[in-house]
């Protein structure tokens, strides 16, 4: 339904709450059943208060009264907001499906009926009796709900398509009104649940449910049992129970009031547009479905799902705009946690309203087309713990903003079009443990701050346009594995210089595994105590202008080292013996595999640069 409810709506479902606030609400028929946790605190009805006179255009003194209790009216905090929002669903479904209109009071006397008294009024505010058990009844009533539906979601097109999902899902839920129990058009409360259950049928024929992985009946068996989507029973029994390495699922979970609460199809196998009729599912928190073959735009009705917490479409092959006005605008999703979109096909740019998503942890958006730059407003994210968007094409500067992120553990901006200098806010994010800038053209120098980090495990900015010195600082960081520096190198002025700093050797990085240095325009002699880190696999220290000779290291240094490249320097002299006993081609040998050297003689003839009985390649 649209997220904008009218008063007269919003009264008619409070007063129906007010007269039954203290009794079990069981809704019959399609619904979840079971109990209602009544418990909400006075600052969650002030949270709705503001939603719905903002954002939905409730009138202030009625949402102060019903929202906003005096102390007289303390027994309505046990009011739930979730049945709350149901029966507002359901006052509105009413109003739309079944025409129903409230009278206002007569300016003249209304006329007559010939068959009637001319003291009756010709409307009622009350739906025509009809049998219910009648099935052409049952498919009437069926029809204009659907097109009702049709009708909000932008689809009512698709309707007269024999072949569309929307047309194949109303006429497997006409043939609901003749099953040996027949679904229920009649009952207000089974209104809005017959909605959701004719908005999963679109989405099972949108994104070919009968080849699903999990979950799929081939030929809508209405006997087929739970876990199988499109049967007789209840939708909330349709979910498959899913047992992966990451844990178990399932794929479709209701609340207690039947309502769609979490749709969870990963790695199954859909193929298909996501149907604007995603929409109807007003009080799903969580939509997931990665790895899966869904195409097309995203539905613009996403922004009627205003609970909706975790949106997860990586890897699929989307395309259209990711970031749409209706859920990412001024007027657009406010409770958004994790936000995954990336391995896609997404163009666009990102809004200056993304700031409204202070709830969110996770926006992810790697790996598409997305253009523009980062708005400062991304400043005001302060839960965010991870933010990706690797390989796109945003340009311009990282913000000062950027700073605001306290939270941020994990940022790759990896393969963009970024320039200027990494801001010396950037540094304030100290939980960061994953620094992820390569190939970019930032400029500048890498702050002496950098050691503050002390979480920082992975820090990797080579292929920029960096220049200046390598912070000694770097020894302060206890969990650093990887640091990345090469290829900072674009022209002959701007690219890392001066010597290698002894404090990225030692125990005081203990895990270190990943050290490249290589393609700068380092000078100085390689530091002696080079050996001493206890795990380091790669060193990459060629293409610079380090001089001296190669330091010996002691026994059991380097035992885990797989790559050591030298070449193109000018280093001089003879590889020591304690270095060639940890290539791996040794009794009882190291790991060493990859050793290259300036150990070819000059073409000229003479004497080459360095000696070395056991590297793998020479270089002039």
């Known amino acids: 339904m649209s997220g904008r409810l009218r008063g007269t709506t919003v009264l008619l479902a409070i007063g129906a709450l007010l007269t039954s606030a203290s009794a079990t609400n069981n809704v019959g028929g399609n619904d979840g059943g079971g109990g209602l946790r009544r418990k909400r605190t006075t600052d969650k009805k002030q949270q709705q208060h503001r939603r719905l006179t903002e954002a939905d255009g409730v009138d202030q003194e009625l949402a102060s009264r019903f929202f906003l209790p005096s102390k007289a009216q303390a ?62 009844t049952c498919q009437n009533r069926l029809r204009d709900q659907i097109f009702a539906v049709s009708v909000r979601m932008g689809t009512t097109e698709a309707l007269d398509d024999p072949n569309s999902p929307q047309s194949q899902a109303r006429d497997w839920i006409l043939e609901e009104c003749d099953a040996t129990i027949p679904i229920d058009p009649c009952t207000a409360s089974q209104l809005i649940l017959n909605e959701q259950r004719y908005g999963l049928a679109v989405m099972y024929y949108g994104l070919g449910g009968d080849s699903w992985n999990a979950g799929a009946n081939p030929g809508q068996d209405a ?25 178990s699922f399932k794929q479709l979970v209701c609340d207690d009031l039947g309502n769609v609460l979490n749709l969870n199809l990963q790695s199954n196998n859909m193929v298909g547009q996501i149907p604007p009729e995603i929409g109807v599912f007003f009080a799903m928190t969580s939509y997931i479905s990665f790895f899966n073959a869904q195409s097309g ?8 799902i205003l609970p909706l917490e975790t949106f997860d479409v990586e890897s699929n092959n989307l395309d259209g705009p990711l970031f749409q006005p209706e ?22 740019t990102i809004p200056a309203e993304i700031g409204q998503w202070t709830k969110t942890q996770n926006l992810w958006f790697a790996d ?18 991870a933010f990706l968007f690797y390989k796109n094409k945003i340009s311009g500067t990282i913000p000062p903003e950027i700073g605001n992120l306290n939270k941020l553990t994990w940022i790759d901006c990896e393969e963009n079009q970024i320039v200027g200098t990494l801001p010396e806010e950037f540094y ?39 220049s200046g010195t390598i912070p000694s600082t770097f020894g302060n960081l206890a969990n650093l594995q990887e640091l990345e520096l090469q290829s900072n190198r674009l022209t002959e002025s701007n690219l890392l210089t001066g010597k290698i700093p002894t404090e990225l050797f030692g125990t005081n990085l203990g895990g270190l595994r990943i050290l490249y240095l290589n393609d700068n325009q380092l000078t100085g002699t390689i530091p002696s105590n080079y050996g001493s880190s206890p795990r380091l696999k790669d060193l990459w220290l060629s293409d610079n ?12 240094e380097f035992l885990f080292l797989e790559e050591l490249l030298i070449n193109n320097n000018d280093i001089t002299g003879v590889v020591d013996e304690s270095v060639c006993l940890v290539r791996n081609n040794t009794i009882p040998g190291g790991q060493l595999g990859v050793f290259h050297a300036d150990c070819q003689p000059p073409p000229n003839g003479g004497q080459p640069q360095i000696q070395c009985s056991c590297c793998t390649a020479c270089f002039v």
Request: glycine share 10%.
């Open 75 to 136: 027994e309505l905090d046990e009011i739930d907001m979730r049945e709350l929002l149901f029966q507002m669903n359901v006052e509105m479904n009413l109003e739309m499906s079944m025409s129903i209109i409230t009278t206002p009071a007569p300016t003249k006397a209304p006329t007559p009926s010939p068959t009637q008294s001319t003291d009756a009024p010709s409307i009622s505010t009350m739906p025509t009796l009809t049998n219910c058990d009648n099935p052409g």
């Open 545 to 556: 202008l380090l001089t001296g000779t190669l330091p010996i290291i002691s026994e059991g």
């Open 368 to 385: 598409n087309q997305i253009t523009g730059t980062i708005p400062s407003e991304i400043g005001s994210l302060a839960e965010m713990g």
């Open 223 to 247: 006997a087929a049992g739970a876990g199988q989507w499109m049967s007789g029973l209840n939708y909330c029994e349709w979910g498959a129970e899913i047992t992966g390495t990451g844990g």
């Open 327 to 348: 859920y990412a605008g001024p007027d657009g999703l406010k409770e958004i946690v994790n936000f995954r979109a990336s391995l896609n096909n997404f163009v666009g």
């Open 297 to 304: 735009p995203l539905p613009s009705t996403l922004g009627y």
């Open 428 to 466: 304030s994010n100290l939980e960061l443990e994953e620094v992820i800038l390569k190939s970019n053209s930032i400029s500048g120098t890498v702050s002496s701050k950098v050691g503050d980090l002390s979480k920082l495990g992975t820090f990797w900015v080579s292929f920029n346009q960096l």
